[in-house]
């Protein structure tokens, strides 16, 4: 495999991590109740914020000439535990779904990982685009870290 294609396949694998985390929030926010709207309201900015990323990594593939990951994974890799985070939400205390949220949100950091210290020799621009979005995911990472340790 050449450099272009494990960097292609490195931001495929962000893709991915990416529209599952949009699905993961997109559902959590369509069951939270009214009494949780400002869960509903941050989950619906995160999951825009994940589409917005995703859109940022499919112009860098198709840049590079390769053709972006379509939809979620089904199976594979460490963004497989967001099909697990969206099936924990129904019935669920505040404190169940931010742990479930906060699980998924480590996986994200994992996969960002991943892809920054794959054998790809990342150019600098789309190292600096991983990094970025790195940095933004764990300050959501944080956030539903601390909400979830306020609801205890």
Do not use: P
Not at 80 to 106: N, P, Q
Not at 118 to 124: G, P, T
């Amino acid at each position: 495999m050449d450099e272009i294609e494990k960097t292609v396949a490195a931001l495929n694998d962000l893709i991915r991590i990416n529209n599952d985390r949009v699905d993961g929030y997109e559902k959590a926010a369509a069951e939270a109740t009214t009494q949780d709207i400002d869960l509903k309201t941050l989950f619906n900015r995160f999951a825009a914020e994940s589409r917005k990323y995703a859109n940022e990594l499919k112009t860098q593939v198709i840049d590079m000439g390769g053709e972006t990951a379509k939809g979620t994974t089904g199976s594979g890799k460490i963004y497989r535990v967001w099909m697990d985070v969206k099936a924990t939400f129904t019935g669920k205390d505040r404190h169940s779904i931010l742990s479930s949220c906060e699980f998924g949100e480590d996986a994200a950091q994992r996969a960002y990982d991943l892809a920054l210290s794959s054998d790809a020799d990342l150019e600098a621009g789309v190292r600096k685009i991983i990094v970025s979005q790195k940095e933004s995911l764990k300050a959501a990472h944080d956030a539903i870290k601390n909400l979830r340790d306020i609801n205890k």
